[in-house]
């Protein structure tokens, strides 16, 4: 089962913004060099894209995975968490402005145990439909 984050109005606007500013840099470098120059054109479009895409990647691919033995999160291709059901203690909301994988500040907030076990770690997710979201990780990390 997959949900994706909720996305707030801000993220929007801010990830349109970071994508339209690289669009004018490269309208930008092509009035400065002109046409002629292809690789200039190209350095430019190549450099702007490295930075449009990971963007991109993490506007509209965050995302928390119910896999059979853990819960997986993921932005893009990376993997930012995987927490074992057995080890998750307890989830509930959150308006925690922490850095995380959560791209709404409407979040849960899970704690769960370290493997080693000597202390607690948390994970702060946005997904879109948190109720369905918290009675399936419920469901599966054996809590009421």
Known sequence: ???????????????????????????????????????ALMFST????????????????TRYIFQDEYLLVKIGFLTVAKVEYKLVESVKGSRSRL?????????????YRAKSGSFNRTLIISPVNKTEFVKELNLRSNHT
């Open 1 to 39: 089962m997959v949900f994706k984050s909720k996305i707030d109005w801000w993220v929007h606007l801010t990830f349109i913004s970071l994508i339209l500013i690289n669009i004018v840099l490269i309208g930008m470098t092509i009035a400065s060099v002109g046409t002629n120059d292809f690789n």
């Open 46 to 61: 190549l450099f702007y894209s490295v930075i449009s895409i990971p963007i991109s990647t993490l506007w509209f691919s």
């Open 99 to 111: 850095s995380s994988p959560a791209l709404s500040m409407d979040r849960l907030e899970i704690k």
